[in-house]
């Protein structure tokens, strides 16, 4: 599938099959567009798998998502701010400017909902409570709307519709870079995310700190959202259901097994999802809700009273 999904991604763009040149490789449109393209949406598909895994694990619930909890809605804020209402101040940023903006957004989501969590100690709560702030960082972000100028204002929404047409060589390398990072750290802690799955008080025997533990897991998460999101606009789903459907065809539970899984898993839905645009001619977004919400409702039928 994997492969398939490449050559597919290579040789389909929005001008048809194929290049106008005989080789691939004498193609400025394969290694400009389609090539970078590719990489972007393998990367971010498996970053988001990534994040969207631990997230879970840092909560103890399935359902559990950057998207669902906020953390996508806080570094859209952040890169709203940095985007149009510093432009609207006549300052100029860099591509690593929206990305710490992104990365404050998500992260100051992701430790609100991590001290709310010592009082809410419903999931569901927390679930709802992180639903909320969404919202609110919406709202937010609609006021920095308003008060920007119209021109600045187009960018933002194809922006907020996610696409991975943007790639260039410095958001692959970034998104590249944070996803190793996060990678090679979950396969050391390994054991540690099996305690952790397991309830506090197991964790506390296993000599784990609780506080310090759970910080990492949202660094982690949040970081990789923040960049992701920062290149590629908030896409939503593919952080949510990577990690389950990995689990059809990974057999073992524990995360050091999981780790390419979803890895893998989120990589193709990445790559098939951007393939569907190009084919369609509909953002990336809505293709992701289109595939992802039945899955969702269907998964949330199946287990009953035990979804939650």
């Known amino acids: ?35 970078p393209r590719t990489a972007q949406a ?64 998500s992260l100051s989501v992701l430790l609100l909902l991590g001290v709310c969590k010592k009082w809410i100690q419903s999931v569901t709560g927390l679930l709802i409570f992180g639903v909320m702030l969404g919202h609110f960082a919406g709202a937010l972000e609609t006021i920095f709307q308003q008060w920007t100028e119209r021109e600045n204002l187009s960018g933002l929404v194809y922006w907020s519709m996610g696409s991975f047409d943007r790639a260039d060589s410095w958001g692959i390398l970034w998104i590249a870079m944070v996803l190793s990072v996060a990678v090679i750290a979950v396969a050391i802690r390994s054991r540690l995310l099996d305690a952790w799955i397991l309830g506090d008080d197991f964790a506390r025997s296993m000599g784990i700190a609780i506080s310090k533990f759970s910080f990492w897991l949202i660094v982690i998460s949040g970081t990789l959202t923040a960049v992701i999101t920062t ?75 035990h979804a939650f």
């Open 1 to 35: 599938m994997l492969a398939l999904g490449i050559v597919l991604s290579f040789w389909i763009g929005t001008t048809g099959w194929g290049f106008a040149q005989k080789s691939i490789l004498e193609s400025p449109v394969f290694w400009e567009i389609r090539l």
């Open 42 to 105: 393998l990367l971010s598909g498996g970053g988001l798998a990534i994040a969207g895994w631990l997230m879970q694990t840092l909560f103890r619930n399935p359902l559990a998502s950057p998207s669902i909890l906020g953390v996508t809605n806080g570094a859209s804020l952040g890169v709203a701010w940095a985007t149009m209402v510093m432009v609207s101040w006549g300052t100029t940023l860099s591509g690593i400017s929206q990305i710490v903006a992104g990365a404050i957004g």
């Open 231 to 305: 290149y590629c606009g908030p896409i939503a789903f593919i952080g949510l259901a990577s990690s389950h459907l990995t689990k059809f065809w990974v057999k073992k539970r524990n995360h050091r097994s999981l780790i390419a899984g979803v890895l893998l898993t989120g990589a193709l839905i990445g790559l098939y999802c951007d393939i569907l645009t190009r084919i369609l001619h509909i953002p990336l977004n809505a293709v992701t809700s289109i595939v992802g919400a039945p899955w969702v409702m269907w998964w949330i039928i199946k287990k009953g009273k």
